[in-house]
């Protein structure tokens, strides 16, 4: 690369609303921090992967063209296979690098088999994954089918309760699937068994195309330049459609000034939400730091352990009293004129 790297930078190659119907569902598969980091493994690979090399100088530019004029024509097919060809390539690289670097679980593999199953159902491409340096999958499919592929997703991970759009999941939960693509589920899912295990899925985030990082003026800045406060003329912005965040700041002028009864109404819920949030934290502390009262079964058991011990003292003093009277009896003519100091 040049010294001023000129070769690394990313150009928008289409504006935002080229494909609104284009969504996105994000599989969380596992979000903590990786054995191997993006940065780390891309060096290993450069080092010591001859895949990579080949990658880099044969496939990258030409299917960069290929996937730019697929997306450009809305050419879902074309746009699906080179997405998942590309990101099995990746992987595979990521094998080939020494040592090999594995990012994908076997959930994320499940997720996989379970994309081609479906695809399969209808002899076309309806969903693509694609998988960068980690285990979440991030899975193309357009607005007509996106609830249909959830419905059929969920049927394999029902645990999954998290999503920014919570939803939508119940809705997909209440489609009936075909048997068709029922039995081809299963019959995919049946050859992993990381689907259906609660956990395997923590969350699925669904999205779409957005405008992207963009460059902004002073004017549209939340602060004051000069001295870092908040700007004078900030106001309330209540999202109405389903992409608003609940409550946002923005600058009058850019959007209907909200009232000042709204403005406060949703100030409250806010606060509600943070003092509800703190409050499930500090009982979650007062838990922890508590001395763990004795669970139901365990205060039972030490009941049965406790009368167990009576019992069996109560039994052993009726043995000594039986041995002491029976010695009595034998030898009790013996001792009792002993004792009254007679002679036998």
């Known amino acids: 690369s040049p010294p001023n790297w000129t070769d690394s930078r990313a150009m928008q190659v289409a504006p935002q609303d080229t494909w609104p119907s284009l969504h996105a569902l994000i599989m969380v598969v596992n979000d903590a921090k990786k054995d191997t980091s993006s940065t780390n493994g891309m060096i290993r690979s450069v080092n010591t992967s001859k895949l990579l090399s080949f990658r880099a100088k044969e496939v990258v530019d030409g299917r960069l063209e290929e996937i730019k004029a697929a997306y450009l024509s809305r050419d879902f ?49 309806r969903a693509a994954y694609t998988f960068d340096a980690g285990p979440n999958a991030v899975i193309f499919v357009e607005e007509e089918h996106r609830q249909h592929f959830l419905a059929f997703m969920l049927r394999y991970f029902p645990f999954v309760t998290k999503s ?87 600058q009058s002028g850019s959007v209907e000034e909200k009232e000042p009864e709204e403005i406060s109404t949703a100030l409250k819920e806010e606060f509600r939400g943070i003092r509800q949030a703190l409050g499930d934290h500090q009982r979650k502390i007062e838990d922890l730091i508590r001395k763990p009262a004795m669970p139901k079964e365990q205060t039972v058991l030490a009941a049965i352990g406790k009368l167990t011990g009576l019992y069996v003292i109560f039994y052993a003093s009726l043995g000594l009293f039986d041995a002491i009277s029976k010695n009595w009896k034998i030898r009790g003519h013996r001792i009792l004129p002993f004792l009254l100091g007679k002679k036998s």
């Open 77 to 125: 097919e074309t746009f699906g296979n080179l997405t998942m060809m590309d990101s099995n390539q990746f992987h595979a690289t990521c094998q080939d690098t020494h040592p090999p670097i594995f990012y994908m679980t076997d959930v994320s593999k499940a997720v996989v088999q379970l994309v081609h199953g479906y695809n399969a159902c209808f002899d076309r491409i």
């Open 164 to 250: 920014n759009k919570p939803e939508l999941l119940l809705e997909a939960r209440k489609i009936d699937l075909e048997a068709a693509v029922t039995s081809k589920g299963d019959e995919v899912a049946s050859m992993s068994e990381s689907s259906r295990v609660p956990g395997s899925v923590r969350m699925i985030y669904c999205t779409r195309v957005g405008d992207g990082p963009r460059v902004l003026t002073p004017a549209d800045s939340l602060m004051d330049l000069r001295n870092g406060t908040p700007c004078a003329n900030m106001v309330i912005k209540v999202g109405e459609s389903e992409d608003d965040d609940p409550v946002e700041l923005v």
